[in-house]
């Protein structure tokens, strides 16, 4: 008990830096993922077919791979084209490694993006046909349609959506601490090696996640009810 | 002012239209009447290109639809459209609704925009409802709506889809005299329904389809009065039975 004690305010930086990875990895990957979502709805078939490949490639993938792709794979890339650089041209070296941070962001933002534009996708095509059609008959552009028309409606339908991948993701964070990224679950890795407090620790760990996963999913029924009598 | 030249509309193997041919003067009000899967709404919505037709050609105030380098957009600005099930913007008060296309695609101010807006509140006898949502207003209310959304576009034709179709009964004439007064102002019209009465009242010209042809066309006198048609015949009779 007394090791938990001690161990909390650790853990609960750990918790921060959780909560901190997960809201700039949804925000940017809300980003991705809008723009994903609409290109897999694009007349173009390139752009349908890019953002086919995006989704496909991250859905059907761990996320405990992406990570290691990006953390570890592309380094070894930039490298190999840096000291190509440097033998032909003699420039100095200067990249070693992408800060441990930036990796977690890039990874887990493109994850987010991935499962965003699904939710932006789904959310756009639940919207009735006939919005579409009123306002290209009044003469807007399909851009304009989507804009003032479909889009504000659609935002409405997916925050409920969206607060879910915020949770899933909050909890898939956990597989960053292979990185070292010393977010909760890493935190309390290194807390056990030093102490041997296996269950007492993973324990904690396991119940500040409960706490704020609770705590998202009633934000979420909250919104949800709010959106509804709202509509 | 719209002029159609053997049209035709095919949906994968199924036929819709097969060979449509007609002319729409100005001013006039043109009523289609027809079977169930006859290809009326089909047909109406080629006149504005959100079907798009198989082949044949759609001319409206001079400016063909299926050329190319025809924007249809600014031909859509022309040609205003009410839907059987009215399609309100749901997130947007009845106001809003109407100002939002002359703002955003006319141009306008909101100063203006409104402006126009009120007034055709006021036509529909709806003034007091400006600022209720589409959820708030009864069907009637809403479709009338919808026409004041059309006209604000100040468009130079309407085209309506069974406008009354999804109307409780009651509701039904509130939007049909709405439709009445726009013919007498001299708005040119063409109106798919199933409302015989308005058809016969309204109507400079009735066109029966059937099966994806017009197999009969005349005016309201003519086609209830004398139908030469055996399939009109039988349409009408059923219809009018009850």
């Known amino acids: ?231 | 002012m719209i002029e159609v030249k053997n049209l035709c509309k095919r949906f994968g193997r199924l036929e819709v239209l097969r060979g449509i041919n007609c002319y729409v003067a100005p001013r006039e009000v043109v009523v289609i009447i027809g079977p169930s899967g006859s290809g009326k709404s089909t047909f109406l919505r080629c006149l504005n290109f959100l079907e798009r037709p198989t082949s044949g050609e759609v001319i409206i105030d001079g400016v063909s639809l299926t050329d190319p380098k025809t924007d249809l957009n600014k031909v859509r600005q022309e040609v205003g459209m009410v839907f059987q099930r009215f399609n309100l913007f749901p997130h947007k008060t009845a106001l809003e609704n109407i100002i939002l296309a002359p703002m955003k695609v006319r141009g306008l101010s909101r100063k203006q925009a409104e402006e126009i807006a009120y007034s055709l509140l006021a036509k529909v006898g709806l003034s007091d409802k400006a600022h209720a949502y589409p959820d708030q207003l009864s069907g009637g209310q809403q479709q009338r709506v919808a026409i004041a959304r059309a006209l604000a576009m100040r468009p130079k034709v309407m085209l309506f889809d069974e406008p009354t179709s999804a109307l409780d009964p009651e509701m039904v004439g509130e939007v049909l005299a709405v439709m009445k007064d726009l013919a007498k102002e001299g708005m040119t019209m063409v109106v798919v329904t199933h409302e015989m009465g308005f058809a016969r009242e309204v109507g400079d010209r009735v066109l029966f389809m059937d099966e994806g042809r017009i197999l009969e066309e005349g005016p309201p006198g003519e086609v209830f009065g004398n139908p030469q048609n055996e399939r009109l015949r039988a349409f009408l009779s059923r219809v009018l039975k009850v």
């Open chain 1, 1 to 231: 008990m007394e090791t938990v004690i001690h161990s909390l305010p650790v853990l609960l930086l750990g918790a921060v830096k959780t909560l901190q990875i997960t809201t700039i990895s949804v925000f940017i990957g809300c980003i991705l993922g809008l723009a994903a979502g609409l290109a897999r709805l694009s007349q173009r078939r390139i752009l349908r077919f890019l953002a086919t490949c995006y989704v496909d490639f991250i859905r059907g993938t761990p996320l405990l791979v992406q990570v290691v792709i990006v953390y570890f794979g592309i380094p070894q890339v930039l490298r190999e084209i840096q000291s190509y650089l440097v033998n032909a041209y003699g420039i100095t070296p200067f990249f070693k490694n992408i800060p441990v941070f930036l990796a977690a962001v890039i990874a887990c933002s493109l994850n987010s993006g991935a499962y965003v534009a699904e939710i932006f996708r789904a959310g756009i095509q639940s919207i009735d046909k006939g919005q579409m059609e009123a306002a290209r008959s009044l003469g807007m552009t399909h851009g304009q349609a989507m804009r003032y028309v479909i889009l504000p409606q659609a935002f409405k339908r997916v925050i409920p959506p969206l607060g879910n991948e915020f949770i899933a993701l909050l909890k898939d964070t956990s597989v960053l601490s292979v990185i070292g990224f010393e977010e909760l679950f890493r935190r309390g890795q290194l807390i056990v090696g030093a102490t041997y407090q296996a269950f007492q620790i993973y324990l904690t760990v396991a119940f500040i996640y409960l706490v704020m996963v609770i705590a998202f999913s009633r934000l979420v029924d909250y919104l949800e009810r709010r959106l509804k009598t709202g509509d």
